[in-house]
């Protein structure tokens, strides 16, 4: 079965621009979570996706959001760009909400904020 | 707040022996804990989990150790092979948060021919 994929792979944006990065999850799995990956702060938890609600939080600022749709598919928007926000964006599914079993990743989203 | 720590930056072992990595965690709520391999520019592979209830999950050459009362877990490779070469994170849930893992900072492990 297909995974979880995300686009666009590489991603150059500018400083205080905003950026769209889109995850469809595996075929039936109906969670799915954001993660930042920086080389300071490691793999951070963004947050939680489950019939389009936002169920779970990291701690972020309020320039990072997301949604998702009816097909689970999921959008996370970064608004006014800033340096900082360079990094390696994953998403994960997983087959329900409240459980990290069968958490699938896909391969990520590089974004360069310059 | 570093809840799940991997001390260790980097590794480094021959071919067949085998490879043995640490991980710490602080909060007592976490009742599961897995590995992920890791590759640049890749999202993290799944390896082996283990839930609170257990003390050793064992797959193949991979096995997960978990100390509750330490708060300590290991992942144990038999006999490493140099495909095995990447970065290796743990990661820990707890059931009242959901979806959501919380990452050490992971180990880089090199495995030399």
């Known amino acids: 079965k297909a995974g979880v994929t995300q686009t666009p792979r590489y991603l150059i944006k500018t400083r205080g621009q905003q950026v769209t990065l889109s995850c469809s999850p595996i075929s039936g799995h109906r969670s799915v979570s954001w993660y930042q990956q920086t080389p300071g702060q490691g793999l951070q938890f963004l947050f939680e996706?489950?019939?389009?609600?936002?169920?779970n939080k990291g701690n972020f600022p309020g320039r990072f959001s997301g949604r998702q749709f009816s097909n689970s598919r999921s959008e996370m928007n970064v608004s006014t760009l800033e340096l900082g926000d360079s990094a390696l964006y994953l998403c994960?599914?997983?087959?329900?909400?409240?459980?990290?079993?069968?958490?699938?990743f896909g391969s990520g989203t590089r974004l360069t904020v310059v | 707040d570093q809840q799940v720590k991997q001390n260790s930056p980097s590794l480094s072992v021959q071919e067949g022996r085998i490879s043995i990595l640490n991980c710490d965690y602080t909060n007592s709520m976490f009742d599961y804990f897995l590995w992920y391999k890791k590759y640049p520019a890749e999202g993290p592979t799944f390896l082996i989990s283990i839930s609170s209830i257990k003390d050793k999950n064992e797959d193949g050459r991979f096995t997960v150790f978990l100390n509750k009362s330490a708060k300590h877990l290991s992942l144990h490779i038999v006999p490493s092979q140099p495909g095995d070469s990447a970065v290796y994170f743990c990661a820990a849930s707890a059931s009242n948060q959901g979806g959501k893992l919380i990452f050490g900072q992971g180990t880089e492990l090199s495995v030399k021919p």
């Open positions: 994960a599914s997983s087959l329900d909400t409240g459980t990290v079993y069968g958490y699938t």
């Open positions: 996706y489950f019939s389009e609600t936002q169920r």
